[in-house]
């Protein structure tokens, strides 16, 4: 596959936390689809790695860009770059995020904050420092959320808060900038399959909650998702404007069932989680 031109022809996505996980998923996936990729992430090394493994797969020469988009600064000289370099920016996929094992109940307001600044105010601040670029493209926000963030459960108490803030501020953006021309969509994924899946949240569990806790989606009885599909779902948002995207897709009747009937919704959501 030939190496796109460095013109303004060819349509750019930005993808934050490109360098590893889900996040190098959907940039491969951009890249198959004839996308510019620029990858952005704070350790120079893992993006070098990520860039070599997208560049011998796509065939393509994949953009790494270093820096910290939970610093406004940052995110305003990437956006310089991007305008300078190609000229525009058509997709965003704010892909930066983390996740935690606890009760809400005993939550601390620290951990509460970093939770929501690493879950959503990174977010906003890469929204507001490319927004003029994604307004002369009429271009698309993908912002990669959780189903932590459409219901609650067991063992997510922080996570689940700071994804439902996502959620609000992805909805009240894409009202505000619809007469700009500007898609903001939300994929909302259950737990997304990984090699390291048994053992990448045992650090954050508390060791008085059960071992189900520290397993994908804090025990969540849904099967584990491939990246590649969600993914896919992100692609979509960006190419055909899809809006509010829940995987599994069947999972959306849980949530209608549980706004509607709220004691039903609860009890279903007790039963999905161990």
């Known amino acids: 596959m030939p190496e796109p031109p460095p013109t303004a022809d060819v349509s750019t996505v930005l993808v934050t936390g490109g360098s590893a996980g889900l996040g190098q998923v959907i940039a491969a996936t951009f890249a198959d689809a004839g996308y510019r990729v620029v990858l952005v992430g704070r350790s120079g090394e893992r993006l070098d790695a990520a860039k070599q493994q997208l560049d011998t797969k796509s065939g393509r020469s994949i953009v790494a860009l270093v820096g910290d988009v939970s610093l406004r600064d940052d995110c305003d000289r990437i956006a310089n770059t991007i305008d300078h370099q190609f000229g525009r920016l058509d997709v965003l996929v704010n892909c930066v995020g983390t996740s935690d094992r606890g009760l809400a109940g005993e939550l601390t307001a620290d951990r509460l904050h970093e939770l929501i600044d690493q879950n959503v105010v990174t977010t906003l601040l890469c929204c507001q420092a490319f927004a003029p670029l994604l307004e002369s493209s009429r271009g698309s926000i993908v912002n990669?959320?959780?189903?932590?963030?459409?219901?609650?459960?067991?063992?997510?108490?922080?996570?689940?808060?700071?994804?439902?803030?996502?959620?609000?501020?992805?909805?009240?953006?894409?009202?505000?900038?619809?007469?700009?021309?500007?898609?903001?969509?939300?994929?909302?994924?259950?737990p997304i399959r990984r090699d390291d899946a048994g053992t990448r949240y045992r650090d954050r569990t508390d060791a008085t909650l059960p071992s189900s806790a520290s397993a994908p989606g804090g025990g969540t009885k849904v099967k584990g998702l491939?990246?590649?599909?969600?993914?896919?779902?992100?692609?979509?948002?960006?190419?055909?404007?899809?809006?509010?995207?829940?995987?599994?897709?069947?999972?959306?009747?849980?949530?209608?069932?549980?706004?509607?009937?709220?004691?039903?919704?609860?009890?279903?959501?007790?039963?999905?989680?161990?």
Do not use: M
Request: glycine letters at 12%; one cysteine or more; proline letters at 5%.
């Open 226 to 274: 491939p990246p590649e599909t969600v993914a896919r779902a992100v692609l979509a948002c960006g190419q055909k404007r899809r809006t509010d995207v829940i995987l599994p897709g069947y999972l959306r009747l849980l949530i209608v069932l549980g706004n509607a009937f709220p004691r039903l919704g609860d009890w279903l959501l007790l039963k999905f989680t161990s």
């Open 144 to 190: 990669i959320g959780s189903l932590a963030g459409k219901v609650g459960a067991r063992y997510l108490g922080g996570y689940n808060a700071a994804k439902h803030a996502l959620a609000g501020l992805t909805q009240q953006l894409r009202l505000e900038w619809r007469d700009k021309g500007i898609h903001v969509a939300l994929v909302s994924p259950g």
